[in-house]
Antibody, heavy 125, light 110 residues
Framework: QVQLQESGPGLVKPSQTLSLTCTVSGDSISNSIYDWSWVRQPAGKGLEWIGRMYLSGTTNYNPSLKSRATISRDTSRNQFSLRLRSVTAADTAVYFC??????????????????WGKGTTVTVS | QSVLTQPPSVSAAPGQKVTISCSGSSSNIGNNFVSWYQQFPGTAPKVVIYDNDKRPSEIPDRFSASKSGTSATLAITGLQTGDEADYYCGTWDTNLSAGVFGGGTKLTVL
């Protein structure tokens, strides 16, 4: 059974860097079938996709984050991480890591997140 | 503001059917597969539909979905109080090269 667990500081000061780690058990992040994603959710609001990492380490990010986000991985520890620079109060949210499936059939892309961590709350203050 | 548009809320009585719409554009729903997520308060989202209309094995067949053009619809029949949750549509946006979600719809079972 695949499980994901987020960890990291619950409180970050404005202008500093938010750093979170997702530890994966029951699967290898080197598994080329899946990709590894981050999603966040401010209190009382909807889901916001942050980015994903797949295959050889290639990444995609939400353009609205204006290049502040970086997703990396540590295959030896079976973990992947999120760094979000220059945070403000608007970055306060529950952060989820997730295992996704991404691919293409003809000209159509499929992408969904089938396994999620429980989420971790990060407050910027 | 979300890339995909959903109604903020829908409601129906137990046993009835409800539909939730999700509207996008040719760069997302119009040319890519759609997924739907169910989220209870304080918990992580859970995929209930993927690839437009496929259900994970553990999701009851009361949940179904369809897509037409740049819109998608989630339908839940035989509503139960346990279906009360927030529902989100999601897909890939080819122009943004990014995943996108709808703003979410709160389902109330009266």
């Amino acid at each position: 059974q695949v499980q994901l667990q987020e960890s990291g500081p619950g409180l970050v000061k404005p202008s500093q860097t938010l750093s979170l780690t997702c530890t994966v058990s029951g699967d290898s992040i080197s598994n080329s079938i899946y990709d590894w994603s981050w999603v966040r959710q401010p209190a009382g609001k909807g889901l916001e996709w942050i980015g994903r990492m797949y295959l050889s380490g290639t990444t995609n990010y939400n353009p609205s984050l204006k290049s502040r986000a970086t997703i990396s991985r540590d295959t030896s520890r079976n973990q992947f991480s999120l760094r979000l620079r220059s945070v403000t109060a608007a970055d306060t949210a529950v952060y989820f890591c997730a295992r996704g499936i991404y691919g293409r059939i003809d000209y159509f892309y499929y992408y969904y997140m089938g396994v999620w961590g429980k989420g971790t709350t990060v407050t910027v203050s | 503001q979300s890339v995909l548009t959903q109604p903020p809320s829908v409601s129906a009585a137990p046993g009835q059917k409800v539909t939730i719409s999700c509207s996008g554009s040719s760069s997302n729903i119009g040319n890519n597969f759609v997924s739907w997520y169910q989220q209870f308060p304080g918990t992580a989202p859970k995929v209930v539909i993927y690839d437009n209309d496929k259900r994970p094995s553990e999701i009851p067949d009361r949940f179904s979905a369809s897509k037409s053009g740049t819109s998608a619809t989630l339908a839940i029949t035989g509503l139960q109080t346990g279906d009360e949750a927030d529902y989100y549509c999601g897909t890939w946006d080819t122009n943004l090269s990014a995943g996108v979600f709808g703003g979410g719809t709160k389902l109330t079972v009266l």
